[in-house]
């Protein structure tokens, strides 16, 4: 392959990565849509993170149902204090109105710190009913703060890219890009105040019920049980404060690769300026491209974290065990993550020294080098420096390692052998070309976990520090255009795993949703004259549940606008000075065609991507939850508490009638819950279908754009990458199953 075929596979692959295309393809990737929020029409081609976004919408109706359940039992007739295990002699007298306390002789230690009267069953219902009011609609004020924030953000942050890419010099940019800077943390904290405010009532009413829940079991279960739940109680306590402790952990290990990465990657392009032979251009373009992909890819693990506490604050887990694709905290911490695709370039770069020669014989000259610049001695040296900075104790590093170590192995003998007569021999290196392609196809793989694992496509936005065309062997050229090939490949699997991914998580949600309905159904049959507490037991549990999983979400959120703050305020703003200086410094330094300044402005615009992906997916979040809860939330939300009734007539006539109304008053609430689940199954199908055409859409044009000047893209992608991406779907599809079957430690079966 000549160079112009080069420059026309490197200009075909552009066209399909501008900063826009990534960035949608990055929302796709991320999907499980989602898993499932609606997206509001104004966009083409976008979607969401990976996060159980439908899970923001999914609980609304149930939880819904539930308060009104337990509205409607708080008014009824019927005195708890009866319920209770009592000698068959005790009679308590129809006419006397007696509410059963929460606490009882088994449960004084109890400490309540959210019900505020414990000594009334009832009481506590209707302040449990009172809190789910003020949290959905504290939710729906708060959904209008960052919906309004979330919308502006956008439009700071491409001020704050402009004044990056286009500033005419570094002094510009020192004095604009502060203020710039500012008015992206202003926005962000508005979305971090209200997301917080919407965490704290949804961690108010999950919290009174798992009081109320807590006791309620204490009543109806025997001595045993209750010790043997006290003790099962303990555990997972104990589980939860070392999970928690770790997550905390792995966060600010994750926070720091962020802090360190763009000091690192200008090391490492310095490095490479002064250590590369002239001419070896083509390397050059591998580390400008790696070493960009070494900065974005903290960014994307630090919002990642956010998922993270999004399942711990459900299931008590914050990682994935073993050898995972899902973005957890023992993979994002892990600067294998980070370092993957750079030392899938230093390995390419060992195979171009053994093949890039002329005809695909050694280049003996770059392995030599001149003016002491060896090629050889960088790659050895650049492999040695990736080692030292992996964690052996992190999934992904502990991986690298011995490929790494097995490269050092190769290059050391490699450049042993050009300072030997042998090195006259074009056949001496022929027994290294099989472990080193064998190397780069497992690091292949790696990195596609890798890609997966931050929510990134593996494509890199074009931008002011990607490499110009340069000239090369027809060896070099032919690895040039396979690393091209790779990058796309990846992005179209990654693509194709979305919409098998998005497909998955429709359907379970659908079967979710039914189930839902299911259980709002049943509720309209709970008895108001004779329910007791076993039956109500299930709907705390669900209620539990139910505001534990929204209060998760809002949590989530919080943390990806966190992230942002700390990206700005930690990163971005403390480096500006540093990389105007550097800048100056530097103004000389030239790597594949692209300068240092060129480089870090393309680096810092990379990272601004971060904060724009969030800032849409909060904006179409909040939008989509404002619109389905003024039609569907609220309305039915302010019925519930016109359900608190008083019987006024105590005949049994008077019995009769009152009984009547509730009866008639819960179907109603409970028609309103099922008709709000109906239409968010509805939104999911719409959703569903603009989804999957979106995804086939890129994918043609991918194959149309790139097919012309690269064939192989027409084709199937190779199975090596596939393998991982669908793992990833399976995979995922059974973390979603477990988080959405998670329970409370409470389990009916033990207690009854």
Request: with cysteine.
């Amino acid at each position: 392959m000549s160079s112009t075929e080069l420059v026309q596979v490197r200009n075909a692959v552009s066209q399909i990565s501008r900063g826009r295309d990534v960035n949608e393809d990055s929302w796709m990737v991320c999907v499980p849509l989602s898993t499932l929020m609606p997206s509001l029409a104004t966009h083409s081609r976008s979607m969401w993170c990976n996060t159980n976004w439908g899970d923001l919408l999914q609980p609304a109706p149930l939880s819904i149902a539930l308060l009104g359940s337990l509205m409607v039992i708080a008014s009824s007739t019927k005195d708890f204090c009866s319920l209770l295990p009592l000698p068959s002699t005790h009679v308590i007298p129809l006419t006397t109105v007696v509410h059963a306390a929460l606490i009882s002789e088994n449960n004084k230690s109890v400490k309540f710190t959210y019900a505020k009267y414990p000594t009334s069953f009832k009481t506590c219902l209707q302040q449990m009913v009172g809190d789910g009011y003020t949290a959905f609609e504290t939710a729906s004020h708060q959904m209008t703060r960052i919906n309004n924030a979330s919308s502006q953000l956008p439009d700071a942050i491409r001020r704050a890219v402009t004044i990056i890419v286009q500033s005419t010099s570094p002094a510009e940019v020192e004095y604009l890009l502060p203020n710039a800077l500012d008015s992206v943390s202003e926005l962000t904290n508005i979305c971090i105040d209200a997301s917080r405010t919407c965490e704290r009532a949804f961690v108010r009413i999950s919290a009174l019920a798992q009081e109320i829940l807590e006791c309620t079991t204490y009543k109806i279960g025997t001595v045993e049980q209750v010790t043997e739940r006290n003790e099962m109680h303990l555990s997972i306590l104990r589980q939860q404060a070392e999970q928690e402790e770790k997550m905390v952990n792995e966060a600010k290990e994750t926070s720091e690769l962020m802090k360190n990465s763009f000091a690192t990657a200008e090391g490492e392009f310095k490095t490479a300026v002064d250590s590369l032979p002239s001419g070896w251009d083509i390397v050059g373009m591998h580390v400008v491209e790696s070493l960009t992909n070494a900065i974005t890819a903290p960014v994307n693990a630090v919002f990642g974290m956010g998922k993270v506490k999004s399942d711990y604050l459900q299931t008590g887990s914050s990682s994935s065990p073993g050898n995972t694709t899902q973005p957890s905290g023992e993979a994002l911490s892990d600067p294998g993550v980070t370092f993957a695709q750079h030392a899938l370039g230093l390995v390419s770069n060992l195979k171009l020294l053994i093949s890039g020669g002329p005809e695909g014989k050694p280049d003996w000259d770059n392995i030599r080098g001149s003016n002491k610049k060896s090629g050889g001695l960088y790659v050895e040296a650049s492999l040695e420096r990736m080692i030292d900075r992996l964690d052996k104790s992190k999934p992904i590093s502990s991986e690298l390692v011995p490929i790494l170590e097995q490269a050092v192995h190769i290059t050391k003998k490699v450049n042993a052998t050009a300072r030997t007569i042998e090195s006259h021999d074009d056949l001496a290196l022929k027994k290294h070309k099989s472990p080193v392609n064998k190397m780069i196809k497992t690091l292949q793989g790696i990195v596609t976990r890798c890609n997966l694992v931050l929510q990134q496509t593996g494509n890199i936005a074009t931008g002011p520090g990607t490499p110009k065309n340069v000239s090369a062997t027809t060896s070099c050229t032919k690895a040039a255009v396979e690393t091209a090939t790779f990058r796309v490949d990846q992005t179209r699997a990654n693509l194709e795993a979305a919409r098998d991914s998005y497909d998955k998580a429709s359907t379970r949600l659908i079967e979710g949703q039914r189930e839902i309905t299911k259980t709002i159904a049943s509720m309209t049959k709970l008895s108001l004259e004779n329910a007791t507490l076993n039956e109500i037991l299930p709907v705390l549990m669900q209620a539990v549940k139910a505001f534990t999983t929204l209060r998760a979400q809002f949590s989530q959120m919080t943390e990806f606008f966190c992230n942002v703050a700390s990206l700005i305020n930690d990163v971005m703003k403390p480096q500006v000075t540093s990389w105007v200086k550097n800048i100056e410094a530097n103004s000389r330094m030239v790597l594949a065609g692209v300068s240092f300044s060129d480089w870090a402005r393309h680096a810092m615009y990379a990272q601004m991507m971060g904060p724009l992906k969030v800032s849409m997916l909060a904006e179409r979040i909040s939008g989509t939850y404002l619109r389905v809860s003024d039609l569907y939330i609220m309305p039915a939300q302010r019925e519930v508490g016109h359900l608190l009734q008083f019987q006024e007539d105590r005949s049994e006539e008077g019995k009769r009638l009152f009984t009547l109304k509730l009866s008639q008053a819960q179907e109603a609430i409970q028609e309103k819950s099922q008709r709000a689940s109906q239409k968010i199954l509805e939104l999911v199908a719409e959703d569903q279908k603009k989804f999957i055409g979106t995804i086939n859409r890129r994918l043609e044009t991918i194959q149309d754009t790139v097919g012309r000047a690269l064939p192989a893209i027409r084709g199937p992608v190779p199975q090596e990458i596939t393998e991982v991406t669908e793992a990833h779907v399976e995979e995922f599809d059974r973390q979603r199953r477990a988080v959405e079957e998670a329970t409370p430690p409470y389990l009916v079966d033990e207690l009854m």
